[in-house]
């Protein structure tokens, strides 16, 4: 990233449909799309050379837990601390903004109603939760990775930890966080349960967080970008209805949270964005926006 100037876009697979960025407005004068792979880190310097700044927005995911989770750790780390070294070795890089995730934070069996950027997960409590157990470990270890790298090597680093990503989307893959977030609009029973603990963020504030935590002077280590949770604290079902979109099937608020408290489902925390909004970052969308957007992108793709 430099200025107005445009943005390189690294992508890992050559042979990808990626046209929904390519056809983005301006992308044609301002941005370049270059194939990288995880696996051979050193392939990122073409793309990171001359450039002020890096945003590490990817990782590997594999929600299935198909492969062991030290294969899925240590192709993350040592991605992650690839690209740094890249970012060195470039002599221009002044920050890298890290995208880490809320299951780096959440998952330590703690007893607060709310946590910070001081709050880690740790790996005895993630192996409790066997579902996606790989991921979260992969995710804090990576990020405490690369804020080691950087305090070491003098390189400025700047970690934020979105909770679920929710709101429109332009890719033709239906993101598994809208999927959970929506669970209520397509009818998927099994992730009811999940709607009690989880916390939502705007896809276009996760954008805007980013940019502002690669510009702003004061910033450094973690900062978490989330709104508190359960969603239905301030949001129903009946707030969708009223807006004129139909759910697949017609749950009426107390009916949506009884189905909900039914489910095996235990308390998780909520979160602070503190630390983000001390430094004068405003979120601009509020809980109705990321739903009514997302179901229209919904809608658009033909999933609903």
Known sequence: MEGDEGMVCVTGDGGRDISFLTNLPGASE???VLTADLSDPENFSPAIKGWLGVFHVATPVDLEDREPEPVVTRRSIDGALGILRACLN?????????????????LNNSS???????SWSNLESIREV?????????????????????????????T??????????ICPKFARSVQIALALVLGNE?????????????????????????????????SLKEVKGPIWASFSSRKLLDAGFEYKYGIEDN????????????????????KLLDISFKFKHELEDRFERAIRSCKENGYI
């Open 30 to 32: 301002r941005l370049r």
């Open 90 to 106: 470039s002599k221009t890089v002044k920050r890298v903004v890290y995208t880490s995730s809320a299951s780096a934070i959440q």
């Open 112 to 118: 607060d109603d709310t946590l910070d950027e001081d």
């Open 130 to 158: 066997t579902r996606f157990g790989a991921y979260a470990i992969s995710k804090t270890m990576t990020e405490k990775a690369v804020l080691e790298f950087g305090e070491r090597h003098g390189l400025e680093v700047v």
């Open 160 to 169: 934020v930890a979105p909770t679920f990503v929710h709101g429109p989307f």
């Open 190 to 222: 099994n992730k009811y349960s999940t709607l009690l603990k989880i916390s939502l963020v705007h896809v276009d504030d996760v954008v805007r967080a980013h940019i502002f935590l690669f510009d702003h002077p004061d910033t450094e280590g973690r």
């Open 255 to 274: 009916e949506a949270i009884q189905c909900c408290k039914e489910k095996e489902c235990h308390k998780m925390p909520g979160f602070s964005s503190k």
